[in-house]
């Protein structure tokens, strides 16, 4: 079983930026693919980034390209999600999520992630 559990949310101004974190617990990090989603009031839960259990593979959402950045350290079982330029429309409850995986692989969708955190709110102000 793996425990995920975020950090960093809060209140922002827009153009600013936060550091959410995610620590794992439960497996070692390095076994574990990870991601992260955010789901706005009244939206379906969308992906934003996700990372390989390496950390050579990385993809982004459009939304988010050349403004969020994911890492992971394995030795520290946390991964990151640095965001700037933020908008309103980042606005969000943002998730962590996990996947064991032995392929070197991202996942993008909800399905593919069976572990969750319980999600840190974004807010960002226009």
């Known amino acids: 079983q793996v425990q995920l559990v975020e950090s960093g949310g809060g209140l922002v101004q827009d153009g600013g930026s936060l550091r959410l974190s995610c620590a794992a617990s439960?497996?070692?990090?390095?076994?574990?693919?990870m991601g992260w989603f955010r789901q706005a009031p009244g939206k379906e839960r969308e992906f934003v980034t996700g990372?390989?259990?390496?950390?050579?593979?990385?993809r982004y959402a459009d939304s988010v390209k050349g403004r969020f950045t994911i890492s992971r350290d394995n030795a520290k079982n946390t991964v990151y999600l640095q965001m700037n330029s933020l908008k309103p429309e980042d606005t969000a409850v943002y998730y962590c999520?996990?996947?064991?995986?032995?392929?070197?692989?991202?996942?993008?969708?909800?399905?593919?992630?069976?572990?969750w955190g319980q999600g840190t709110q974004v807010t960002v102000s226009s």
């Open positions: 439960g497996r070692t990090l390095s076994s574990l693919a």
């Open positions: 999520a996990a996947r064991i995986d032995v392929r070197l692989l991202v996942f993008t969708t909800v399905p593919e992630y069976p572990y």
């Open positions: 990372i390989s259990r390496s950390g050579n593979s990385i």
